[in-house]
């Protein structure tokens, strides 16, 4: 203390504190990317996938199999996910019909959209480059507990940065044989945090600590969009990271769920999975997109500000 009171009486507080500030390293503003990611089984599609692909082709009703699976997971005490998957190998071999990984991909050409999901990604993408005077970035995600194959071979595949979800093992017969990746309602939050960390391939490690600093999309920069409860540690963790989170619905049973997530403060938004033009949709993610965009011109000039008094944040 008495060595703080020789200095501040030699060269004065304000110049000893601006000295200190000087020396601080200074980061160059990077924060300009959103993030927007989706479910995709009943946030961008109204069925589950395997119900426009791979059931039919095994001749199999979907109501028939989904209840099996349930009853096995009660009974076994399953991962759900692990059940499907496995069930699905398991009635193509009884059935005798072989299903590669291009057949997989081949069939995700039948999935079908909600209202308005074409042509949703250039508007949303022209809003932002419009708002953000093309200085502000717009990326897409599927984080979806669905089968990666088909996703790849969606009509809409080559709108999203990264599609993140489960996938099979192949033999030399190229056979599926046995999930190589599952991701599941509560593992969806490790891809969340791969996206906000940049750390997107998955061979690498995400658990060391990384300075908020240092992760090139602030949980502040992303859009979380689901539809029910298989998305509740997602939107939760987004939220809480003052992120934000929207959930949508296509009846009145899903309405009623995301009547519940409102209430429980787990979104900040509900809405009808209409992706159209101008409706409430539309217009509850562009507000959403107009406070992250105005957050970040607001960082932006703040680090301005700072660099042009050789200062740092």
Not at 35 to 61: C, H, N, R
Request: charged share 25%; hydrophobic share 35%.
């Amino acid at each position: 203390m008495e060595y703080l009171s020789l200095l501040q009486l030699r060269f004065g507080k304000q110049s000893l504190f601006r000295s200190n500030k000087i020396k601080m390293k200074q980061h160059p503003f990077t924060k300009n990317t959103i993030a927007l990611i989706y479910d995709f089984d009943g946030t961008l599609s109204p069925k589950p996938m395997q119900e426009y692909t791979v059931l039919p082709k095994l001749g199999i009703p979907a109501d028939k199999f989904w209840e099996r699976v349930d009853k096995e997971a009660f009974d076994t005490r399953s991962e759900p996910m692990l059940v499907y998957m496995r069930l699905l190998i398991e009635e193509a071999e009884k059935a005798q019909v072989h299903i590669s990984r291009d057949d997989f991909v081949t069939m995700g050409k039948q999935i079908e959209y909600f209202n308005g999901v074409k042509g949703w990604f250039d508007r949303i993408n022209a809003y932002v480059a419009n708002l953000g005077d093309g200085q502000v970035k717009l990326k897409h995600y599927i984080i979806s507990a669905g089968i990666k194959e088909i996703l790849e071979g969606v009509s809409i595949a080559s709108q999203f940065k990264q599609i993140y979800a489960s996938e099979y093992h192949y033999n030399h017969h190229d056979h599926a044989t046995f999930p190589k990746l599952l991701i599941t309602d509560t593992t969806k939050t490790q891809f969340v945090f791969r996206i906000n960390k940049g750390k997107e391939d998955i061979r690498e490690d995400i658990n060391q600590h990384m300075p908020e600093i240092d992760r090139p999309i602030p949980f502040s920069n992303i859009i979380y969009i689901g539809d029910g409860l298989t998305d509740v540690p997602s939107m939760t963790l987004v939220k809480k990271e003052r992120g934000h989170s929207v959930a949508v619905f296509n009846d009145n049973q899903g309405k009623e769920v995301c009547k519940d997530l409102l209430i429980a403060d787990r979104v900040h938004f509900i809405a009808p999975a209409d992706y159209s033009e101008g409706n409430i949709l539309e217009k509850r993610i562009q507000l959403l997109l107009n406070s992250v965009i105005a957050e970040i011109n607001f960082q932006k000039e703040l680090t301005a500000c700072y660099q042009e008094h050789n200062l740092s944040k």
